[in-house]
Nanobody, 122 residues
Framework: VQLQASGGGLVQAGGSLRLSCAAS????????MGWFRQALGKDCVFVAG???????SYADAVKGRFTISRDFAKNTLYLQMNNLKPDDTAIYYC?????????????????WGQGTLVTVSS
């Protein structure tokens, strides 16, 4: 099982990026999935999650700016990030939830991608 995150990069404040997370080795259509991020010197924190039937949840810091979605046919998870701020600078990780709903806790996830770096300049 492998999760491959991509789409990170350098962007100016106010800009947008779309992260992708392609899953291979098995399908996760019955599992929730999520995005986490870890800024330099800080803990890894929940960003957004999506259940297998589509319910979504977001951290307060990204509500209204980020949108999580998934394409079952492509077995791929996305994170559309708009109006980016310097505080969004971090390594972003995708992960599959243990159950059908997403969790805001690290322990609620089993498989993790390798991370993709997002840098937002002011």
């Amino acid at each position: 099982v492998q999760l491959q995150a991509s789409g990170g990069g350098l962007v100016q404040a106010g800009g947008s990026l779309r992260l992708s997370c392609a899953a291979s080795g098995r399908t996760f259509s019955n599992n929730g999935m999520g995005w986490f991020r870890q800024a330099l010197g800080k803990d890894c924190v929940f960003v957004a999650g999506i259940g297998y039937r589509g319910p979504t949840s977001y951290a307060d810091a990204v509500k209204g700016r980020f949108t999580i979605s998934r394409d079952f046919a492509k077995n791929t998870l996305y994170l559309q990030m708009n109006n980016l701020k310097p505080d969004d600078t971090a390594i972003y990780y995708c992960a599959t939830a243990r159950g059908s709903l997403p969790s805001s806790q690290l322990g609620g996830y089993t498989y993790w991608g390798q991370g993709t770096l997002v840098t937002v300049s002011s």
